[in-house]
């Protein structure tokens, strides 16, 4: 795609050439993941939006397999860290190093510095060490001593977790969990998709794969990602989805929403909702965000931002099935 400085020169071909990227990327990920579409999406809406995600699914879903996927497609410098109960801080984030032949402490910079990380099991480190990942999450820099140092651009962390065990694990903080942009469910491949899955004796990790993007196209599409247009009805429809969520009014009373609840999603939730739907529109060749777009990133973008009441785990109540139920009375404009 053509660079243009100007955000108001973006053309309508800008936005069929991107639709032609991004079904090139699904193509190309589809090789090695098979049925993976949600999972697919998400990937690619991650680093278009400049967010990080979290997939989360049983082990042998391939969860690790896609982000190497995405890796090799994308052409960026990746590192994977798997994350351990016995992990350090500075196992991640970098330390400092005492150098006894010249008297002076040197930079030891971790694997986080780099622009696409994979936290593999990011569950089964506990809080101090998944706390080394909150600033780089949020301001895209790591403070070593006493400097500071900024990550690469694009930087991205791509994290999984396995959702059954607990021997070993450690539940995510809602303040690291609120800076994923979008959390998504990896579900079991129906029984046609296990049969090509099991067809390939699990050397999918081998078909190779070519490499649509790089630092340059991300940043082309981020550009015309910026020059989506929303309309203020769409906004005002988004803040009323997530006010639903933290505030007891007659609506979520009467829909029996309040009681399961017990902290609803940030404001930075809402700003999530909003870009994740400029990219769903901007993947189907639109250069304007619609309420179905709106619906179609709800579920990925306030499930893991919601702290449910023991009302909800009594009941059976998952954060999925609170999200539907707001869509289902929230007004649509």
Request: net charge negative.
């Amino acid at each position: 795609m053509e660079k243009k400085s100007d955000l108001n020169n973006v053309t309508p071909e800008d936005f069929d050439n991107c639709k032609k990227i991004i079904d090139s990327v699904r193509k190309e990920a589809a090789k090695r993941l098979v049925g993976q579409t949600e999972v697919i999406d998400g990937i690619l809406t991650a680093i278009v939006c400049g967010g990080h995600i979290l997939l989360e699914g049983v082990p042998g879903l391939a969860k690790t397999l896609a982000v190497k996927t995405f890796a090799d497609i994308s052409g960026i410098d990746f590192k994977r860290i798997q994350f351990t109960p016995d992990l350090l801080p500075a196992d991640v984030s970098g330390t400092l190093i005492y150098e006894q032949t010249s008297g002076k402490f040197t930079v030891r910079k971790g694997p986080v510095f780099t622009s696409l990380v994979l936290a593999d099991e990011i569950n089964r480190a506990p809080a101090k060490v998944q706390s080394a990942l909150l600033e780089a999450m949020a301001e895209k820099q790591v403070t070593i001593g006493e400097e500071t140092y900024p990550l690469p651009d694009p930087f991205l962390v791509l994290a999984t977790q396995n959702p059954i065990e607990q021997e070993g694990t450690y539940n995510l903080p809602e303040a690291e969990l609120d800076r994923f942009l979008l959390k998504v469910m990896v579900p079991y491949p129906t029984a046609q998709e296990e049969i090509q899955i099991v067809k390939t004796c699990g050397k999918a990790d081998q078909v190779a794969v070519k490499k649509i993007l790089t630092k340059e196209k991300i940043k082309d599409l981020q550009r015309i990602l910026d020059s989506v247009t929303c309309d203020d009805s769409i906004v005002e429809y988004i803040v009323s989805i997530v006010s639903v969520t933290r505030t007891i009014t007659a609506t979520s009373k009467k829909n029996d929403i309040s009681k399961y609840i017990s902290f609803g999603a940030s404001p930075r939730s809402g700003i999530a909702m909003l870009q994740c739907a400029k990219a769903h529109a901007m993947f189907s060749g639109r250069s304007f965000v619609t309420p179905e777009d709106v619906n179609a990133v709800a579920l990925s973008v306030l499930r893991h931002r919601l702290v449910l009441s023991y009302e909800a785990a009594a009941d059976g109540v998952t954060a999925d099935d609170i999200i539907t139920r707001i869509l289902s009375f929230v007004p649509v404009p």
